[in-house]
């Protein structure tokens, strides 16, 4: 008899089965490394926090709904990164749920198990999982807004434009991408005659109503606080810079997504076992316009968030690596064609495997290998529940009132302001960014100023003296790391503003 593995047959009789199975396993996996070897939150999600607490329409983070929904998970979680964590996770679920959907309607459902599992290793390598924030955030949203812009130019489903309408305006509350993602949506419906079609009725005018309703307080506060500029266009004599840092940029991009080429090599002919019949995945025929929208937005969202990031000289490509990669995993099989052969299935289960669990044995290995082979500090090793409760107590017990703001270096300070009482956090190098507290209003409520220790006397940095001239320096506290190695202990300086009156 022939035959066939069960995971074959499982993605043939019951994909959908296959595709929550996989997506729970990963989500599962990225929990229990936060929970065992995260002591502290990664990235800066201690400070988004911290600018959660304070509810603003608006900061210098960008638009709010990222920013609230992480202060909402934290508290509903009884003040513990836990919540936050889940709440990334859930995303990462909605994500590969909604693509999974999106291709079960392009190309049925065994092959649209092939695109999510290929998307899965992409997203692995080319965005964070747990560092909840806009690009977090704005994954599920745009995946959704594909779905449901196929749903109604595609299939002509005009009950799709209310879900449709909701998901671009919390886009434009998660992200400044937004506009440039929307704006792709909008060439390709005016580009093609069923998205021309779609735009005559009346519909799109509602779904834009809705839009402006959702995004208008935070399109006021950005009127009220004179950030819609233009960004300044570079020079003539930037351009090869700017040129060269998109090139890596998209060289970036590719890299995050080898793992698709390497599957689809180790997919040919030429590993295929002498006289060997593989198993075949089906689908239906591909309409034209389907596999254009594909193409499109594999394309689209890559080339110009490449190019709009290079001109202006970003970090990171626009929207992030995770939005303009979502569909290159569809985009594959589409380009695949009607019938796909698994050659040496056991083969690419071990290479897939590999590519989704790699990023995580990485931040695992970093976190216990790397404090014993150099003095680098991993973030994530910090022992912010320690920090937070130290300089809480301390200051209750020296003033006889609770903690209401803390000030220094803003990475420490955002740990402090990760406590059970929320003290507020003060950016005192650039106020600005703090609306919520100034230095008057500091002063009067009291508060701790901390800071990296580089002596056992603790002195403060000169900036921090300057701006604090009247702070009595404390003996240092030293801290231990998750895993200490040859690094040496985290000092941190401290010194207490008294509240007034006190």
Excluded at 32 to 51: D, H, I, M, Q
Excluded at 118 to 123: G, N, P, Y
Excluded at 265 to 270: A, V
Aim: net charge positive; charged share 15%; proline share 7%.
């Amino acid at each position: 008899m022939r035959f066939t593995s069960l995971v074959i047959e499982l993605i043939r009789a019951r994909p959908r089965l296959i595709v929550w199975i996989v997506v729970l396993l990963q989500a599962f996996m990225w929990l229990f490394v936060a929970l065992v070897f995260y002591r502290s939150p990664p990235g800066t999600l201690a400070t988004l926090l911290a600018f959660g607490r304070e509810y603003q329409v608006g900061t210098d983070l960008g638009p709010p709904l990222p920013v609230w929904l992480a202060d909402i998970a934290y508290r509903a979680a009884g003040g513990h990164m836990f919540g936050v964590y889940v709440l990334a996770e859930l995303c990462e679920i909605a994500t590969f749920i909604a693509l999974y959907h999106l291709s079960r309607a392009v190309v049925g459902s065994q092959q649209a198990v092939l695109a999510v599992l290929l998307t899965m290793t992409v997203l692995a390598f080319s965005s964070s999982a747990l560092d909840f924030g806009p690009l977090v955030l704005a994954r599920p949203l745009w995946a959704l807004l594909l779905l449901h812009s196929w749903q109604i130019i595609g299939q002509r489903r005009g009950n799709a434009w209310f879900a449709w309408s909701i998901e671009a305006g919390l886009l434009l509350l998660t992200t400044p991408a937004a506009i440039f993602l929307l704006l792709l949506l909008v060439v390709f419906a005016v580009s093609t005659g069923g998205g021309r079609r779609t735009l005559r009725a009346l519909d799109p005018l509602f779904a834009l109503i809705v839009v402006a309703v959702l995004a208008l307080p935070y399109a006021v506060w950005l009127m009220r606080a004179e950030t819609l500029a233009m960004p300044a266009l570079p020079q003539l004599s930037e351009l090869n810079g700017r040129a060269l840092h998109a090139a890596w940029l998209l060289g970036g991009l590719v890299l995050g997504a080898a793992a698709i080429p390497a599957l689809t090599f180790l997919n040919t002919g030429l590993f295929a076992g002498k006289g060997e019949e593989p198993p075949i995945i089906y689908r239906p025929p591909v309409e034209p316009l389907a596999r254009s929208f594909v193409y499109f937005f594999a394309l689209a969202p890559v080339l110009g968030g490449v190019l709009i990031s290079g001109l202006l000289g970003l970090e990171s490509v626009v929207g992030g690596a995770g939005v303009v990669l979502v569909t290159s995993g569809l985009a594959v099989v589409v380009a695949a064609g009607d019938l796909i052969a698994m050659r040496r299935a056991r083969m690419l289960r071990m290479v897939w495997a590999a590519a989704v669990v790699a990023p995580a044995i990485g931040v695992v290995l970093g976190v216990l290998l790397l404090p014993w082979t150099g003095t680098g500090e991993i973030a994530t090793s910090m022992p912010a529940r320690a920090i937070s409760d130290f300089f809480d107590d301390s200051f209750a017990r020296r003033t006889n009132h609770r903690l209401r703001a803390v000030a220094g270096e803003t990475q420490l300070a955002s740990l402090i302001t990760l406590h059970s009482g929320r003290p507020h956090l003060f950016i005192d190098a650039d106020p600005a960014r703090t609306p919520w507290m100034n230095q008057a209003k500091f002063n009067e409520t009291g508060g701790v100023v901390v800071w990296r220790a580089s002596d056992t006397a603790g002195t403060p940095p000169p900036d921090i003296l300057k701006r604090f001239p009247g702070i009595v320096p404390e003996v240092p506290r030293a801290f231990e790391w998750l895993v200490t190695g040859r690094q040496q202990l985290l000092r941190i300086g401290w010194a207490i503003v008294r509240p007034k009156g006190t």
